[in-house]
Protein backbone atom coordinates (compact mmCIF):
# COMPACT_ATOMS: atom_id res chain seq x y z
CA UNK A 1 0.00 0.00 0.00
CA UNK A 2 3.06 2.50 0.66
CA UNK A 3 4.08 1.74 -2.67
CA UNK A 4 1.15 3.19 -3.88
CA UNK A 5 0.52 5.70 -2.07
CA UNK A 6 4.08 7.05 -3.15
CA UNK A 7 3.21 6.87 -6.93
CA UNK A 8 0.74 9.43 -6.95
CA UNK A 9 2.28 12.03 -4.91
CA UNK A 10 2.97 14.50 -7.71
CA UNK A 11 6.54 15.74 -7.96
CA UNK A 12 7.18 18.63 -8.91
CA UNK A 13 8.50 20.21 -11.94
CA UNK A 14 12.72 19.81 -12.00
CA UNK A 15 14.26 22.32 -14.07
CA UNK A 16 16.79 21.60 -16.67
CA UNK A 17 20.57 22.62 -15.95
CA UNK A 18 21.31 25.69 -17.82
CA UNK A 19 24.99 27.25 -18.98
CA UNK A 20 25.40 30.03 -20.94
CA UNK A 21 25.54 29.38 -24.66
CA UNK A 22 27.58 30.19 -26.93
CA UNK A 23 25.74 33.70 -27.81
CA UNK A 24 25.76 34.48 -24.08
CA UNK A 25 29.60 33.86 -23.98
CA UNK A 26 30.43 35.93 -27.10
CA UNK A 27 28.11 39.21 -25.36
CA UNK A 28 30.13 38.84 -22.34
CA UNK A 29 33.66 38.57 -23.95
CA UNK A 30 32.89 41.20 -26.68
CA UNK A 31 31.24 43.72 -24.20
CA UNK A 32 33.63 43.17 -21.35
CA UNK A 33 36.62 43.46 -23.65
CA UNK A 34 40.05 41.95 -22.90
CA UNK A 35 43.10 43.33 -21.08
CA UNK A 36 46.15 41.37 -19.77
CA UNK A 37 46.81 44.22 -17.27
CA UNK A 38 44.66 45.67 -14.75
CA UNK A 39 42.78 48.80 -15.31
CA UNK A 40 39.55 50.40 -13.61
CA UNK A 41 36.61 50.00 -14.94
CA UNK A 42 33.96 52.42 -14.93
CA UNK A 43 32.15 51.10 -11.92
CA UNK A 44 35.89 51.86 -10.50
CA UNK A 45 36.76 48.49 -9.47
CA UNK A 46 39.60 46.96 -10.63
CA UNK A 47 39.64 44.37 -13.43
CA UNK A 48 41.58 42.01 -15.38
CA UNK A 49 41.29 39.61 -18.49
CA UNK A 50 37.20 39.50 -19.82
CA UNK A 51 36.06 41.86 -16.74
CA UNK A 52 37.29 39.96 -14.01
CA UNK A 53 37.33 41.00 -10.93
CA UNK A 54 38.63 38.32 -8.16
CA UNK A 55 42.43 36.59 -8.69
CA UNK A 56 42.34 32.44 -8.05
CA UNK A 57 42.63 32.99 -4.46
CA UNK A 58 39.93 35.30 -4.69
CA UNK A 59 41.57 38.72 -3.63
CA UNK A 60 40.61 41.90 -5.04
CA UNK A 61 42.45 42.38 -8.50
CA UNK A 62 44.39 45.94 -7.84
CA UNK A 63 46.86 48.01 -9.82
CA UNK A 64 49.48 45.78 -8.77
CA UNK A 65 48.54 42.30 -9.74
CA UNK A 66 50.78 40.95 -12.73
CA UNK A 67 49.73 40.81 -16.45
CA UNK A 68 47.99 37.45 -17.24
CA UNK A 69 47.66 36.06 -20.38
CA UNK A 70 44.74 34.62 -23.08
CA UNK A 71 45.06 31.10 -21.01
CA UNK A 72 44.72 32.48 -17.90
CA UNK A 73 42.05 34.94 -18.19
CA UNK A 74 39.84 32.25 -20.31
CA UNK A 75 40.37 29.91 -17.26
CA UNK A 76 39.21 33.64 -15.12
CA UNK A 77 36.30 34.17 -17.10
CA UNK A 78 34.82 30.14 -16.76
CA UNK A 79 35.24 30.03 -13.34
CA UNK A 80 33.84 33.33 -13.12
CA UNK A 81 30.78 32.11 -15.54
CA UNK A 82 30.22 28.95 -13.19
CA UNK A 83 29.71 31.00 -10.49
CA UNK A 84 27.38 33.24 -12.24
CA UNK A 85 24.94 30.37 -13.88
CA UNK A 86 25.03 28.99 -10.30
CA UNK A 87 23.46 32.64 -9.25
CA UNK A 88 21.44 33.43 -11.93
CA UNK A 89 20.01 29.83 -11.02
CA UNK A 90 19.57 29.90 -7.28
CA UNK A 91 17.86 33.36 -7.90
CA UNK A 92 15.54 32.75 -10.85
CA UNK A 93 12.18 30.37 -9.79
CA UNK A 94 10.69 29.87 -13.27
CA UNK A 95 12.11 27.49 -15.79
CA UNK A 96 13.95 29.35 -18.52
CA UNK A 97 14.86 28.95 -22.45
CA UNK A 98 18.91 28.81 -22.89
CA UNK A 99 18.45 32.22 -24.40
CA UNK A 100 16.71 33.78 -21.49
CA UNK A 101 19.39 31.80 -19.17
CA UNK A 102 22.33 33.38 -21.55
CA UNK A 103 21.28 36.87 -21.53
CA UNK A 104 20.53 36.54 -17.78
CA UNK A 105 24.29 35.36 -16.91
CA UNK A 106 25.59 37.90 -19.71
CA UNK A 107 23.74 40.62 -17.06
CA UNK A 108 24.24 39.12 -13.77
CA UNK A 109 28.33 38.87 -14.84
CA UNK A 110 28.27 42.57 -15.31
CA UNK A 111 26.35 44.03 -12.42
CA UNK A 112 26.12 40.85 -10.12
CA UNK A 113 23.94 38.89 -8.43
CA UNK A 114 23.14 41.35 -5.51
CA UNK A 115 21.87 43.52 -8.33
CA UNK A 116 19.90 40.80 -10.02
CA UNK A 117 18.81 39.22 -6.45
CA UNK A 118 17.02 42.98 -5.68
CA UNK A 119 16.16 44.14 -9.29
CA UNK A 120 12.83 44.30 -10.71
CA UNK A 121 13.87 42.50 -13.72
CA UNK A 122 13.91 39.72 -11.24
CA UNK A 123 10.87 40.04 -9.63
CA UNK A 124 8.73 40.57 -12.63
CA UNK A 125 10.54 37.29 -14.01
CA UNK A 126 10.10 35.09 -10.97
CA UNK A 127 5.99 35.99 -11.51
CA UNK A 128 6.82 34.69 -15.09
CA UNK A 129 6.09 38.45 -16.51
CA UNK A 130 8.62 37.65 -18.93
CA UNK A 131 8.22 40.74 -21.49
CA UNK A 132 8.04 42.99 -18.12
CA UNK A 133 11.68 41.35 -17.29
CA UNK A 134 12.89 41.84 -20.58
CA UNK A 135 11.82 45.79 -20.54
CA UNK A 136 13.80 45.69 -17.40
CA UNK A 137 17.40 44.81 -19.55
CA UNK A 138 17.37 48.60 -20.57
CA UNK A 139 16.93 50.53 -16.87
CA UNK A 140 20.68 49.27 -16.40
CA UNK A 141 22.76 51.50 -17.95
CA UNK A 142 24.38 53.62 -15.65
CA UNK A 143 27.45 52.98 -14.28
CA UNK A 144 29.31 55.59 -12.12
CA UNK A 145 26.20 57.44 -12.28
CA UNK A 146 26.57 58.22 -16.03
CA UNK A 147 24.66 56.34 -18.82
CA UNK A 148 27.61 54.62 -21.05
CA UNK A 149 27.39 53.98 -24.52
CA UNK A 150 28.50 50.44 -23.90
CA UNK A 151 25.86 49.17 -21.42
CA UNK A 152 23.15 50.31 -23.66
CA UNK A 153 24.10 48.74 -26.43
CA UNK A 154 25.08 45.30 -24.29
CA UNK A 155 21.31 45.91 -22.46
CA UNK A 156 20.15 46.07 -26.10
CA UNK A 157 21.73 42.63 -26.93
CA UNK A 158 20.97 40.90 -23.74
CA UNK A 159 17.50 41.79 -24.60
CA UNK A 160 17.37 40.74 -27.72
CA UNK A 161 18.93 37.22 -27.02
CA UNK A 162 16.51 36.82 -23.58
CA UNK A 163 13.41 37.13 -26.26
CA UNK A 164 14.77 34.94 -29.08
Not at 18 to 33: D, H, M, R, T
Not at 67 to 83: E, F, H, P, W
Not at 139 to 155: F, I
Request: aromatic fraction near 8%; include cysteine.
Amino acid sequence: MAGLWLSIIPVPNERKRLAVNKAGLEIIKQCEGWSAVPYLCPGDVWTIGYGTTRDDEGRAITQDHPKIGKIKGKKLLARDIRSTERAVARLINVNLTENEFSALVSFTYNVGSGALQRSTLRSKLNRSEYVGAANEFKRWRRSGGRVLPGLVRRRAVEAELFLS
